[in-house]
């Protein structure tokens, strides 16, 4: 078997290409192969699938392809364009690559199976590629499989935001909880958002009005959103956002205390943390702490209590449980928690739908944190638009449709 015919066979070529020479450097560490088609070869109408349409003219191209061994490969082939009696001149398409791109399709589809389990420049540095190759390769397939995604079956979404750059730029997030997956990611942290998620839901064969179940902050912002454009949707609010807002009003009285009483100092986590998940000597400072009739302790104690709320075991009970909660915060005589208690007792309805939705952002969390160290790793992706990409290739579920 000659070294041509064994390309030809590894490569999968059919008629009319075939592999015309090869020249492997062992010193520059490559391997170029040269495809041409027979002389007087014929090709389909890319258009209208007219067969046997004669070549009009040819262009040179070259293809990264899968490394040989430990060298680089590169195909090269005289692309042509046709004359389509119907549809007039028209580029083929060759069977190894996608149009525009520099890179075989195997090729393509490797460094997508990298930057799936790595950061893309460690994925760049592994293929010997430019990362801004490795890029424009990550967003075809992206965008491509998510034109393809269907969004029909979604009932169930939880929303939320996310630190998109340094400073004050945000992402939000739209999450499938049955299927844990990201639907849609978009800047800013706005009611537009939920808009613009109607739309995408709409494009995806979806419907506003699908969406049954939404888990939101109290932010109102994504209330009006909710409202305005998901019609048929229930809201809850996310429990630990409701728990946080509580800590929040802790935090806030502990530290207008600690101007007069030193102890407290540096003792914000002790505070915020459930006992459980404190250290044997956390435990002890934050027993000492109690007993000195604190603000801060009482404000504990509601916090504690606060969380209690979503232990019983209804919904009635939930509420009869909150409004005596409510009743206990508001005459605290503590500023900030009388504040969070009103602010409570507003999103009353929506903190109790959790009695019968029972569903919660802790999976955006999970998803949030996979995105931000993707984003660490990479020092901070350049724009929103390599962060949403990344954020649909790690957590979309995507299907990629890889060739093989
Ligand atoms: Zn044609």
Redesign the pocket.
């Known amino acids: 078997m000659r070294d041509t015919d064994l390309l030809q066979l590894a490569l999968g070529l059919v008629p009319p290409w075939m592999v015309k020479a090869t020249n492997f450097d062992a010193e520059a560490r490559r391997l170029d192969i040269e495809i041409d088609f027979t002389k007087g070869g014929r090709f389909p109408?890319p258009?209208?699938a007219?067969t046997d349409c004669p070549v009009h003219d040819t262009a040179m191209q070259t293809w990264r392809h899968l490394d040989f061994f430990q060298h680089q490969a590169f195909l090269h082939a005289r692309t042509p364009r046709i004359t389509?009696p119907?549809?007039g001149v028209?580029q083929i398409a060759v069977p190894w690559a996608r149009p525009g791109s520099g890179f075989t399709l195997l090729f393509e589809a490797l460094a997508m199976t990298l930057m799936t389990a790595m950061p893309v420049a460690a994925a760049a540095r592994l293929m010997g590629e430019h990362d801004t190759r490795m890029w424009r390769v990550l967003h075809h397939w992206v965008e491509q499989a998510r034109e393809r995604a269907d969004y029909s079956e979604v009932r169930r979404v939880a929303i939320d935001e996310t630190a998109a750059k340094r400073g004050h730029d945000y992402m939000s997030l739209f999450v499938d909880i049955d299927k844990r997956s990201v639907l849609f990611a978009t800047e800013g942290r706005g009611a537009e958002t939920i808009a613009k998620f109607a739309d995408d839901l709409e494009a995806h064969n979806g419907h506003a009005s699908n969406i049954k179940q939404v888990c939101i902050d109290m932010s109102a912002a994504f209330i009006k959103g909710v409202t305005d454009n998901l019609p048929e949707a229930e809201i809850t609010f996310d429990k630990f956002h409701a728990v946080k807002l509580v800590n929040d009003a802790v935090d806030k009285v502990r530290r207008a205390e600690s101007k007069g009483r030193p102890e407290l100092k540096r003792t914000r986590y002790l505070w915020l943390k459930n006992e459980p998940s404190l250290s044997a000597r956390g435990r002890r400072q934050l027993a000492a702490l109690t007993t000195l009739h604190l603000k801060t302790a009482r404000a504990y104690q509601i916090r504690l209590a606060f969380q209690e709320i979503y232990q019983q075991p209804t919904r009635g009970w939930g509420a009869l449980f909150l409004d005596r909660w409510y009743a206990w915060a508001i005459r605290s005589r503590l500023e900030p928690i009388k504040h969070a208690a009103r602010s409570i007792k507003r999103h009353r309805e929506g903190i109790l739908a959790w009695f019968d939705s029972h569903i919660a952002n802790g999976l955006i969390e999970g998803i949030n944190s996979l995105v931000q160290a993707a984003k660490a790793k990479a020092r901070g992706y350049r724009s929103t638009r390599t962060l949403k990409a990344i954020t649909y290739l790690i957590a979309g579920k995507l299907d990629l449709r890889l060739p093989t």
């Open positions: 109408c258009h209208c007219k389509c119907d549809c028209k």
